[in-house]
């Protein structure tokens, strides 16, 4: 069974920095991706960014391009995001999914990321 277990989050200032961390499991295949995304109240939940682990390749929403950074550990099965320059639009919860980036089958619990101005 695929499980996905964030940690990290909690409140920050605008302008600060925090990373997420989703720690994989369960993967049959070595052939996946794992992606972030969030929901911010009152509003549909989005990607933000997402990594293949078989070529490491990487997509970002244009609104975090340059300031969000995803990353992976293979030999740990954890999947990084670093979120930098963060802004009060950033408020939401934050869920690590896989297999797919764009339709993924497997969420993880989510994690809230308050960012005061």
């Known amino acids: 069974e695929v499980q996905l277990v964030e940690s990290g989050g909690g409140l920050v200032q605008a302008g600060g920095s925090l990373r997420l961390s989703c720690a994989a499991s369960?993967?049959?295949?070595?052939?996946?991706?794992i992606g972030w995304f969030r929901q911010a109240p009152g509003k549909e939940r989005e990607g933000v960014s997402c990594i293949s682990s078989s070529d490491g390749s990487t997509y970002y929403a244009d609104s975090v391009k340059g300031r969000f950074t995803i990353s992976s550990d293979n030999a740990k099965n954890t999947v990084y995001l670093q979120m930098n320059s963060l802004k009060p639009a950033a408020t939401a919860v934050y869920y690590c999914a896989a297999p797919e980036c764009t339709h993924p089958g497997y969420w993880g619990r989510g994690r809230p990321v308050p960012v005061s101005s």
């Open positions: 369960g993967f049959t295949s070595d052939d996946y991706a």
